[in-house]
């Protein structure tokens, strides 16, 4: 990815779009540092890396009136831990880069001068790893039948390691609609064989969540996310991110 300007930057918290409503995400990650300094240390200061944590941040216009506004969300998710996927520039293709962590959302701001457009702001505060992946379901697809994803070359998991991934359900409709999506691997990009190495529980609202694998070693290079789909003219929209840390 070359050099670009922030124009389409996609945020989604747990089972909340922020992309229409949003007009600043931030993100940022740092690792402590603790002084080691000793009288062997020639003169220089001497530190050692401590304990890692990572923050997003965001503003923009504020809604309300919906479980799927901003305003409605956020007071819900307040004090609460769950997914967020931030992306680079773009959701909108299997393989577009994200970022994704299971976060606490601490803070919710609203409120401006009279005459102003009503803002929020919000920040939330890493959980788990900050993990730099892809998206591996795009959030304009629309999905109303069992199926299967494309596949990505996250890599494969080495030992001590996790694969990560986040699902946010965007949107639900049809009579007792049910979505039970899971994480395949595979020893290359057929599928021919795959393993199933996460399931999601299965989603009836909106909402997200986020898993991650036991630490094993997983020598299966490509990964895909699939579905089933249960219910009386059941229709979803879904975000799914991955990635290995």
Known sequence: MSKTVLANVRAFTVGLDLTSVSNKIELSAEVEDKDATNYG???WKEVLGGLASAEISGEGQWEAGDPAKVDDASWANLGGVGPWSISANNAANVGDLAYLTSAMQA???LGESVGEIAP?????KSSWPLVRGQFAH???TVRTA???GAGVN??????????YAALHVLSVAGTTPSL???VESSADNTFAAPTTRLTFAAATAVGGQILRTSGSAITDPWWRVAWTVAGTTPSFLFVASLGIQ
């Not at 929020?120 to 939330?124: E, I, P, Q, R």
């Not at 996250?154 to 694969?163: E, M, N, S, T, Y």
């Open 154 to 163: 996250v890599g494969a998991v080495p030992a001590g390691r996790r694969l």
């Open 41 to 43: 240390s020639g003169g």
């Open 120 to 124: 929020w702001a919000t920040s939330a």
């Open 107 to 109: 803070s919710y701001t």
């Open 180 to 182: 039970t999506a899971r």
């Open 138 to 140: 795009p959030p304009g």
């Open 146 to 148: 069992t199926g299967t």
